[in-house]
T-cell receptor, first 116, second 107 residues
Framework: GAGVSQSPSNKVTEKGKDVELRCDPI?????LYWYRQSLGQGLEFLIY????????KSGLPSDRFSAERTGGSVSTLTIQRTQQEDSAVYLC??????????????FGDGTRLSIL | GQNIDQPTEMTATEGAIVQINCTYQ??????LFWYQQHAGEAPTFLSY????GLEEKGRFSSFLSRSKGYSYLLLKELQMKDSASYLC????????FGKGTRLHILP
């Protein structure tokens, strides 16, 4: 597609349920990032993929969070046993190579997750 | 590690000039991005500096001093649509975002 696509755009779920968020990056982009942004706050780095491997997953807040990427394309972020503090906008970004080499990240519109 | 410092909020008047400063301490520094984020929207790329000096792009310019760990974003001829958050993002093997500066433009 022309841009980074994320689904769903909004997700409301009950505390304790599992959720799965999807990111479809720009075709050909090898690097993919997940961030979390709470209301009025900055971007919190979660995990970075280069191809299908994740050289940096240091931002995942707990073992309830996991992510995978298959075929060097689509990525899913899974949150198990959701808690109210997980409520935030989850943003996905992709770049043509690793972001540290000057290629800008292109962001999706995000998934707004609300935990009741 | 990394430590990024930029003002939380700034206010300026339509038609004026504003400078948003960013200081950082990033090991293995490669370059620095500036992003713009309107409320409720995703960030969009503004500029990337890898060498010292000023990069000009229309009404927006970005400056970098690698030795001082300092950058600024300069916005000229401010318009109401420039009301947004501006994110400073130094890079090493990945991009690290600061908390952003919320810029308010007054008519």
């Amino acid at each position: 597609g022309a841009g980074v696509s994320q689904s769903p755009s909004n997700k409301v779920t009950e505390k304790g349920k599992d959720v799965e968020l999807r990111c479809d990056p720009i075709s050909g982009h090898t690097a993919l990032y997940w961030y979390r942004q709470s209301l009025g706050q900055g971007l919190e780095f979660l995990i970075y993929f280069q191809g299908n491997s994740a050289p940096d997953k240091s931002g995942l807040p707990s073992d309830r969070f996991s992510a995978e990427r298959t075929g060097g394309s689509v990525s899913t972020l899974t949150i198990q046993r959701t808690q109210q503090e997980d409520s935030a906008v989850y943003l996905c970004a992709s770049s043509s190579i690793g972001g540290g080499k000057g290629q800008p990240q292109h962001f999706g519109d995000g998934t707004r997750l609300s935990i009741l | 590690g990394q430590n990024i410092d930029q003002p939380t909020e700034m206010t300026a008047t339509e038609g004026a000039i504003v400078q948003i400063n960013c200081t950082y301490q990033t090991s293995g520094f490669n370059g620095l991005f500036w992003y713009q984020q309107h409320a409720g929207e995703a960030p969009t790329f503004l500029s990337y500096n890898v060498l010292d000096g000023l990069e000009e792009k229309g009404r927006f310019s970005s400056f970098l001093s690698r030795s001082k760990g300092y950058s600024y974003l300069l916005l000229k001829e401010l318009q109401m649509k420039d009301s947004a958050s501006y994110l400073c993002a130094p890079t090493r093997d990945k991009i690290i975002f600061g908390k952003g500066t919320r810029l308010h433009i007054l008519p």
